[in-house]
């Protein structure tokens, strides 16, 4: 089936602000909404049609995808289209309020459970730790649940009230014309419940912020803008909602004498005049220790030997990258009397041999 044109679906034009396509789309929901229109699937998909328009043209980073790319380029993201009235209501609850006065119940029940937020850590490390990886202890600073009230938000030995509006439901029955929707209780904001008697640590939060060591695990051959993601690390979530998670970002420091590209390492190695001439056998520094390598004779600024297997372990443990090594000739200075007449010897035989 194809997918019709966004902008036709909502009726606006390319260059639509956020406020014409909330507008037109608010327009198009009220027509088409499926309590205002049972048993018409012709309505209900122009519902649908319209939902899944305005939840890619009001998001920035969708709306440029599409422009750019069309439908392709957001099924390319994980975009799948409409994804049913739970997350329609979830999402765009604020228009239904517009419209209808007061909020579907399944959207906004399900809003007061909260996942916790994540945390953001910055971890330097150095060259030769993100090569062959290490473990290492962080402190970090969070939200934690309140250990006075274990997170109910009330004093010790008290507990909330039922509130009287709702019974305790969260939810109260509003009624507007044929529409008959439950929306959340004014009085305790769809908790059900009053905390009379706060806890005197967290203020009726729930929450206090703790400093926690946390142990982490460096892999072998990570890189600067690595990071690494420890579940439920982050911090509570409301209403029995999951914890957040902790994302250590690694920035890693430059070495002395190696450089890094992907799993290879680059040296530069000074060798002399003689050197590069007659060739020799040098120690050359690897990531691990020092390895002998012979240097051809006519050796010239630029070339390069390669040490297979002495780079960066992969990430994924399967192989190492290689050390390629380049040499640069010094040029001799402060010569003294007898070395120049060698050279100037040594460039009179050989130009009689040229």
Same mark, same amino acid.
């Given at each position: 089936?194809?997918?019709?044109?966004?902008?036709?679906?909502?009726?606006?034009?390319?260059?639509?602000?956020?406020?014409?396509?909330?507008?037109?789309?608010? /327009?198009?929901?009220?027509?088409?909404?499926?309590?205002?229109?049972?048993?018409?699937?012709?309505?209900?998909?122009? =519902?649908?049609?319209?939902?899944?328009?305005?939840?890619?043209?009001?998001? +920035?980073?969708?709306?440029?995808?599409?422009?750019?790319?069309?439908?392709?380029?957001?099924?390319?993201?994980?975009?799948?289209? =409409?994804?049913?009235?739970?997350?329609?209501?979830?999402?765009?609850?604020?228009?239904?309020?517009?419209?209808?006065?007061?909020?579907?119940?399944?959207?906004?029940?399900?809003?007061?459970?909260?996942?916790?937020?994540?945390?953001?850590?910055?971890?330097?490390?150095?060259?030769?730790?993100?090569?062959?990886?290490?473990?290492?202890?962080?402190?970090?600073?969070?939200?934690?649940?309140?250990? /006075?009230?274990?997170?109910?938000?009330?004093?010790?030995?008290?507990?909330?009230?039922?509130?009287?509006?709702?019974?305790?439901?969260?939810?109260?029955?509003?009624?507007?014309?044929?529409?008959?929707?439950?929306?959340?209780?004014?009085?305790?904001?769809?908790?059900?419940?009053?905390?009379?008697?706060?806890?005197?640590?967290?203020?009726?939060?729930?929450?206090?912020?703790?400093?926690?060591?946390?142990?982490?695990?460096?892999?072998?051959?990570?890189?600067?803008?690595?990071? $690494?993601?420890?579940?439920?690390?982050?911090?509570?979530?409301?209403?029995?909602?999951?914890?957040?998670?902790?994302?250590?970002? $690694?920035?890693?420091?430059?070495?002395?004498?190696?450089?890094?590209?992907?799993?290879?390492?680059?040296?530069?190695?000074?060798?002399? =005049?003689? +050197?590069?001439?007659?060739?020799?056998?040098?120690?050359?520094?690897?990531?691990?220790?020092?390895?002998?390598?012979?240097?051809?004779?006519?050796?010239?600024?630029?070339?390069?030997?390669?040490?297979?297997?002495?780079?960066?372990?992969?990430?994924?443990?399967?192989?190492?990258?290689? +050390?390629?090594?380049?040499?640069?000739?010094?040029?001799?200075?402060?010569?003294?009397?007898? +070395?120049?007449?060698?050279?100037?010897?040594?460039?009179?035989?050989?130009? /009689?041999?040229?």
């Amino acid at each position: 089936m194809i997918k019709k044109d966004y902008y036709e679906v909502l009726e606006v034009n390319k260059t639509a602000s956020d406020d014409e396509i909330k507008k037109n789309y608010r /327009k198009i929901a009220m027509q088409c909404h499926p309590d205002r229109n049972p048993g018409d699937k012709q309505a209900e998909e122009s =519902f649908k049609e319209a939902a899944e328009a305005y939840e890619v043209l009001s998001d +920035q980073q969708k709306r440029e995808i599409y422009d750019h790319y069309g439908h392709e380029g957001l099924s390319n993201t994980g975009f799948r289209g =409409f994804s049913g009235f739970e997350d329609i209501f979830s999402h765009f609850g604020d228009i239904f309020e517009d419209i209808f006065g007061f909020s579907n119940s399944r959207g906004r029940a399900r809003s007061f459970i909260r996942a916790g937020a994540d945390l953001r850590y910055d971890l330097n490390i150095s060259f030769m730790d993100a090569a062959f990886g290490l473990s290492k202890t962080i402190e970090i600073t969070k939200l934690a649940t309140c250990s /006075k009230c274990e997170g109910s938000g009330c004093s010790p030995g008290t507990e909330p009230e039922t509130c009287r509006a709702c019974q305790g439901r969260g939810q109260v029955v509003q009624s507007s014309g044929f529409f008959t929707i439950s929306s959340t209780c004014p009085q305790c904001n769809g908790h059900g419940k009053f905390i009379t008697k706060p806890c005197n640590s967290c203020r009726a939060t729930g929450k206090e912020t703790v400093k926690k060591n946390v142990q982490l695990k460096i892999p072998a051959g990570v890189e600067s803008g690595s990071r $690494l993601r420890l579940r439920g690390e982050g911090e509570p979530g409301d209403h029995g909602g999951p914890s957040g998670d902790l994302y250590v970002f $690694l920035h890693v420091d430059d070495h002395e004498f190696f450089t890094r590209s992907g799993d290879d390492v680059f040296c530069r190695i000074p060798i002399s =005049f003689v +050197q590069a001439a007659l060739g020799a056998t040098i120690d050359v520094p690897t990531l691990e220790n020092n390895e002998k390598m012979k240097i051809p004779k006519g050796t010239q600024t630029g070339n390069t030997v390669i040490l297979k297997g002495k780079g960066i372990p992969h990430i994924r443990g399967y192989r190492r990258g290689d +050390q390629i090594v380049e040499f640069f000739v010094q040029t001799p200075t402060n010569l003294n009397k007898k +070395q120049e007449d060698i050279l100037k010897e040594f460039e009179k035989l050989a130009s /009689k041999s040229n």
